[in-house]
């Protein structure tokens, strides 16, 4: 078994050798967004990697993977959770890190406050009140909620 600070380690150094790659390279790429609520709540994540902002969980598409089996997967694998609702909220086309990136939002609504760390990408998930977010959010939470509520996507990144 591989100690915990060294698989954080491993982490960051892949997101650096992924950034560095996208930069050069400009790939198109495929992922989700997921806003995972209980009632009036939302979960967000901190990840071991790369800025310490708070963020949705999700990730990337696997090859030949439609959005919502990404969607299920990446909570799953990060949250551990199974279940819930996913709502399709649409679809996001923006530059980001040099990538071309298609993202696919959902909301994942969930019976009771579910989740818990699975994995040594996340660092740390925490439930809020949707009305007092914290400061320190990565801008893919306001786009992604933009989409919930219907809002034209900015394309920015």
Do not use: N
């Not at 040099?98 to 925490?126: I, K, P």
């Not at 990565?138 to 900015?154: H, K, M, N, R, V």
Request: glycine share 12%.
């Amino acid at each position: 078994m591989i100690p915990a600070p060294l698989r954080r380690l491993a982490y960051r150094a892949a997101y650096v050798l992924i950034v560095a790659w996208s930069l050069v390279f400009r790939p198109h790429t495929r992922g989700v967004k997921c806003l995972l609520t209980c009632g009036d709540d939302l979960l967000l994540v901190r990840h071991s990697y790369g800025p310490r902002r708070w963020d949705l969980p999700g990730g990337f598409c696997k090859r030949g993977e439609g959005f919502e089996a990404a969607a299920r997967r990446e909570v799953a694998e990060e949250l551990g959770v199974e279940g819930g609702r996913f709502v399709d909220l649409g679809e996001l086309v923006r530059r980001f890190q040099g990538r071309h990136e298609t993202l696919h939002g959902f909301r994942v609504e969930l019976d009771r406050r579910a989740a818990a760390l699975q994995s040594f990408e996340l660092a740390e998930a925490r439930w809020f009140p949707r009305g007092a977010l914290p400061d320190g959010q990565s801008t893919i939470i306001a786009e992604i909620q933009g989409l919930e509520a219907g809002l034209p996507a900015s394309g920015e990144g």
